[in-house]
């Protein structure tokens, strides 16, 4: 089974903001379409609260193309991409970062690639082991990426990557599909965390077209 494209044309990802380029398997014209899908499903506009408590005249919510299985399937290929080649896991908090971590998982052993999924709780488990991440338990020092849908401060990434780090893995990078740009307080969040921030859309390129 071959799913990649024969060609390999360059997609436009953010890394801290700067807009780089980076190669993926897909052609340009799909991630087009997958936009296209975020910004009809996935951004609105009204009066909203954040998780974080700031308020805000637009949002977004990428659950209703992550959990459509071919949205998910070519965002979990975009984002493998972004993982590091020594990474043993994707992790993330849950809600949002759950279809990711099952998708890049699942990206990757179709590539033959070992990769394992790790959920974050919120809230530790009440009951049986207790523990805050579900999933394989991995060696001490063993590599993580984590994964987001949607950055805003880096908030919810930086308490995944906290719980990550207290199992004793390494975490060094997030990425995430959306970075909504609120201004540099997630990227200075992150560098302060000692984690590098790839987004592989912006919330410029959603609202584009208004």
Not at 5 to 19: A, G, M
Not at 35 to 42: A, F, M, Y
Not at 55 to 81: H, M, Q, R
Not at 99 to 105: D, F, N, S, T
């Amino acid at each position: 089974m071959k799913l990649r494209s024969s060609e390999e044309p360059e997609v436009t990802c953010y890394i801290d903001e700067e807009e780089v380029d980076c190669t993926t398997w897909v052609p340009v014209e799909d991630r087009e379409k997958f936009l296209q899908v975020l910004k009809e499903r996935c951004y609105r506009e009204g009066d909203f609260t954040l998780s974080s408590g700031k308020k805000t005249n637009y949002y977004v919510n990428c659950k209703p193309a992550t959990l459509d299985g071919k949205c998910l399937l070519f965002i979990s290929w975009c984002i493998l991409e972004c993982i590091e080649p020594d990474a043993a896991a994707v992790g993330g908090l849950t809600l949002g970062a759950d279809p990711l971590v099952a998708g890049v998982a699942a990206a990757a052993a179709i590539e033959e690639r070992t990769l394992m999924g790790l959920i974050v709780r919120k809230q530790a488990k009440g009951h049986g082991t207790q523990s805050w991440i579900e999933g394989p338990k991995l060696p001490k020092g063993s590599k993580v990426t984590v994964l987001e849908d949607v950055v805003t401060t880096g908030g919810s990434a930086i308490k995944a990557a906290t719980r990550l780090r207290d199992c004793g893995y390494v975490v060094e990078r997030v990425v995430c599909i959306v970075n909504r740009q609120e201004g540099s307080e997630a990227d200075e969040f992150m560098d302060a965390n000692g984690l590098e921030l790839i987004s592989l859309f912006s919330l410029e390129e959603l609202r584009d077209g208004e």
